[in-house]
């Protein structure tokens, strides 16, 4: 089991094109900043004798500023050969 605060810089570009009574409009929206969350997790390690084992883990954070949520998921499989 893990668990804490997390941080993660967030960078977001857009352009697009609209189309209005005067014509076409180019719509270039691009900003950055800071969120502040947190993590929490879990996993398994499983070791068969003397020569290799398998790992496995499941992370979840979440991050929130103003009007703006980010919900991550993240799943680790490993091997070690060990020697």
Known sequence: MTGGVAWQRLGLEFSAT???????????????????????????????????????????YRFSEDDLTTNLHTIRLGGKLHY
């Open 18 to 60: 609209e189309a209005s009574s005067q014509g076409w409009t180019a719509l270039n929206i691009e900003g950055e900043g800071d969120q502040f969350g947190y993590t929490l997790g879990g996993g398994l390690d499983w070791q068969d004798g003397a020569s290799y084992s398998v790992s496995v883990g499941c992370q979840y």
